[in-house]
């Protein structure tokens, strides 16, 4: 591998890079090649074969990629069983990804993004919509920024469940700073940093957008929480309806910034959000479409019909039990018997007296 380490830092296409391995039965082929046998090859410009002779240097290259493995970062190529299927209808797929942790290819995912300066909000629904997908044993992947993606990542965490975070640096390299101990949890959570800069490589600006389609390409659908007009999380909408994704959308008020993004996507044709349990229900037929296993179902779906009626009208702010009555058409008696079920089951409680909030 390291020879396939060495190529992939080299300043080269991805079509070049594969080209040249194929020729060269591999990339120690290409390494061992002379600048004469790059060159007869036809299949770079001759000062990019001299320039690939220059940076032959084996002794660095072995302390080099020794460094990397004793960092605990695995790299793999495009060539590897590892390799993300995922990736390889990708436009401008990478030739290699620097990993640090547990890459799940096998799992479903759903990508979740947003405004770094994000809402109350937004902050809260993403941690239900979280909560949920991970309650159904979906993967969560997010970009480990402030705001939506750090929310994201801490709520999968919280509830147990699987996540993966991709930088716009190197996969040692954690940005933001006060985000350490998150970076920390999620490897130590089985979870997975995830790459395509190398080691060392710092969070500057340029490198986002290239994040933001590994991002998409990792996930079967997309959740944006919220986005501005100009937004990274619009550019990553962008990116997993150019790969075949489906991209939902959380609504907001008209005149929000944090809104407009969201809104235009769903005057595009995103799915919306409008209830928490009509996107689970909506996210557990999605599965199998796309040829995945079908996620355990939520526990709300596992409420009986009267209970769910009754779940229905509550929201986090309260609720009297005449309120409820009014818009189940349910007698009184059997509002209460489900409050007590709905209660006992931790959904919801009592805030006032005769006024109930949900939980969840």
Not at 249 to 261: I, N
Request: with cysteine; charged share 25%.
């Amino acid at each position: 591998m390291k020879y396939e380490y060495w190529l992939d830092l080299l300043p080269l296409s991805v079509k070049e890079k594969i080209l040249l391995t194929g020729a060269f039965k591999g990339a120690e082929g290409v390494f061992n090649a002379s600048t004469a046998e790059l060159k007869k090859s036809n299949l770079l410009s001759d000062e990019k074969c001299e320039y690939i002779s220059r940076e032959k240097n084996k002794d660095r290259l072995s302390a080099n990629y020794e460094a990397l493995k004793a960092r605990g970062i695995n790299f793999i190529t495009v060539h590897d069983e590892g390799y993300p299927e995922r990736f390889k209808t990708l436009k401008g797929m990478p030739y290699g990804i620097y990993i640090k942790g547990n890459l799940k290819n096998d799992i479903p995912c759903f990508g979740i993004v947003g405004a770094r300066r994000c809402s109350a909000y937004g902050r809260k629904m993403t941690s239900e919509i979280v909560n949920g997908l991970s309650g159904m044993g979906i993967g969560i992947v997010s970009g480990m920024v402030r705001g939506i993606d750090g929310e994201a990542h801490s709520a999968a965490l919280k509830n147990g469940g699987y996540t993966i975070a991709v930088l716009g640096s190197g996969v040692d390299v954690c940005y933001p700073k006060e985000h350490e101990g998150m970076y920390r949890e999620i490897l130590s959570s089985g979870g997975c940093i995830i790459s395509e800069n190398p080691p060392e490589t710092e969070p500057l600006a340029k490198y986002f957008p290239g994040r933001n389609r590994i991002i998409s390409a990792l996930s079967d659908g997309i959740c944006v929480m919220e986005a501005a007009k100009k937004s990274g999380s619009l550019i990553t909408a962008d990116y997993a309806l150019e790969q075949g994704r489906s991209v939902f959308a959380l609504p907001g008020r008209c005149g929000d910034v944090l809104s407009y993004g969201t809104n235009h996507l769903i005057e595009q044709g995103a799915g919306i959000i409008v209830t928490k349990e009509d996107f689970f229900r909506e996210i557990s037929e999605f599965f199998p479409k796309v040829g995945l296993p079908l996620p355990e179902a939520p526990e709300i779906f596992k409420l009986e019909k009267e209970e769910m009626l009754v779940y229905s009208c509550l929201d986090f702010y309260g609720t009297g039990a005449d309120d409820i009555c009014e818009k189940t058409h349910l007698p009184l008696i059997s509002v209460l018997q489900a409050i007590i079920s709905l209660t006992e089951k931790g959904f919801c409680k009592e805030c006032f007296l005769n006024q109930y909030v949900k939980l969840r």
